[in-house]
Every structure is written in structure tokens, then in C-alpha cells.
């Protein structure tokens, strides 16, 4: 199953919502592979392979057979795969019982099930320290 947000009536996204109710989104499908910096201002579904960096201001979802290497940072993220990086969300991070976290994570609050795999350190309760707007914006400086 695939995990969406909501929208609050301010326009923020946040929880789960069912599918019928997502919006666009960027879909690596699970025969993809990607390598080098993937940006993005809508949601990203990842069911593929994906070596980098990944970051957007919207939602991200790892499926359950997905594989990350890289650093990640979004508002939301849902992740039921494996992911070796560090991991800032802005909002939310949800772990399935299926996920598998090799890195760091940062952010305001943090969901994990049981059987939920984390080797790293985990900071929640607090914004993390630059947005990913921010984020985004400072590496296009460089």
C-alpha cells in the first residue's frame, strides 16, 4: 500500500489520506534507477532504485521494495524500503515495520512501527534547522 497526505484547510499537507484524494506526483517505478541529484516541488513516489541526493518541498513515499543511497529531505515522508543516508523532513516521517534506515534522521515528529530497522542517530520534537526550501535554495547558489 502507498501512503499519501492529507491537506489541512491552510493548504499544508499532512497524514495519511487514501489514494483516491493524492495529487500529481514523480513516480520512479520499480524498474528504475536513477543516479545524481533528483529535485522536485511535487510529491515523489519512489518503488525503484535511486544513488544521490533527493530532495523536494512536497511529500516523498519509499515503497516497500524501494533501495535509496542517498541524502533525503522533504516535508513528509512515508517509507516502507531501505534507505542509506541521512533524512530530514520538515514535518512528518513515517517508518513502516518494513523499513530499513542506514543514517541519520531530523525531524519535527517521527512514526515508527514495530519491526522498523533505524542504525543512526534520531532527532525529533523540533524543526529541523533549515527547511527544505532552504535547502534547495542554497545548493542552487553554489
Known amino acids: 500500500m502507498v501512503a499519501m497526505f492529507s491537506k489541512e484547510e491552510d493548504g499544508t499537507e499532512h497524514g495519511m489520506v487514501s489514494a483516491g484524494e493524492t495529487t500529481a506526483q514523480t513516480v520512479i517505478g520499480p524498474t528504475v534507477k536513477v543516479e545524481g541529484v533528483f529535485e522536485s516541488e ?3 513516489l519512489i ?5 544521490g541526493t533527493i530532495r523536494t518541498t512536497k511529500n516523498l513515499t519509499v515503497g516497500k521494495d524501494a533501495s535509496i543511497e542517498a541524502d533525503v529531505s522533504a516535508e513528509n515522508m ?3 524500503g531501505e534507505v542509506k543516508g ?3 523532513a520538515t514535518h512528518i516521517i513515517e517508518l513502516t515495520s518494513t523499513a530499513r534506515i542506514i543514517g541519520d534522521i531530523e525531524t519535527d515528529i517521527i512514526s515508527i512501527e514495530t519491526g522498523a530497522m533505524v542504525q ?7 524543526k529541523p534547522a533549515a527547511t527544505v ?3 534547495v535554495a542554497e545548493e542552487k547558489v553554489d
Not at 47 to 51: A, D, L, N, P
Not at 120 to 126: A, E, W, Y
Open 78 to 80: 512515508h517509507i516502507a
Open 42 to 44: 511535487d510529491n515523489i
Open 47 to 51: 518503488e525503484g532504485h535511486v544513488t
Open 120 to 126: 543512526g542517530r534520531c532527532v525529533s520534537g523540533t
Open 133 to 135: 526550501s532552504q535547502v
Open 86 to 88: 541521512n533524512i530530514v
